[in-house]
Structures are given as C-alpha cells and as structure tokens.
C-alpha cells in the first residue's frame, strides 16, 4: 500500500465519525439528500452521495432522524429533520466533540 492510499484511507476513517455529528448539526430544518449535499459542501465538508444517504437512512433507523417523502414537486424527495431524540443527543455529541477536539490539541503541541 503506497503512502497516499494509507493517508486516504485513514482520512477516512478521521471523517466517518465526523460526518454523523455534521448531518445531525445541519438538519434543525428539513432538508432533502441533494439540499444536505449542498450545505454540506458549501460549509467545506464534501460528503459522497454513497456515504449520506445510507448514512441518513441508518440515523433514522436509530432514531436520531426523522423523514417524511413530499410528492407535491416535479418528482418526490425525501425530507429529513433531526427528531426530539436526535436533539436530546446533539448537545452531548458536540460536547465530546469539543472534549476530544480539546484533548487532540494538547497531545499534537
């Protein structure tokens, strides 16, 4: 395995556990795969179609999301918003997140 391959796939699995706390954070309004893409990527997070949306449909298998299908448009789409218990679990998620932020910028020093 070349060094780029090891450096790709460890950035990876940086991000893997990242992209859930960026979802979660992004969904207080209603947003479809593509418009989440978007935002995502406007904010300068890319996040692959083939890693959002079963990553969208396993948050809300977990309970964390919720969805609704609007077939009013040109074709439908489905909307997801984080649920009454993906808001009780944010806060926590983005206060471990600090911690470890925190904790990796004394250990890099």
Known sequence: MSNNEMYENTLNELRRG???LAVLSQLDKEQYGYSLLKLLSDQGLEVDQGTLYPLLRRLESQGLLSSDWNTE??????YYVISPEG????PRLKEEWNRIVSMMERMMK
């Open 18 to 20: 990242m992209i859930v």
């Open 73 to 78: 448009g040109t074709r439908p789409r489905r």
């Open 87 to 90: 808001q009780k679990v944010l």
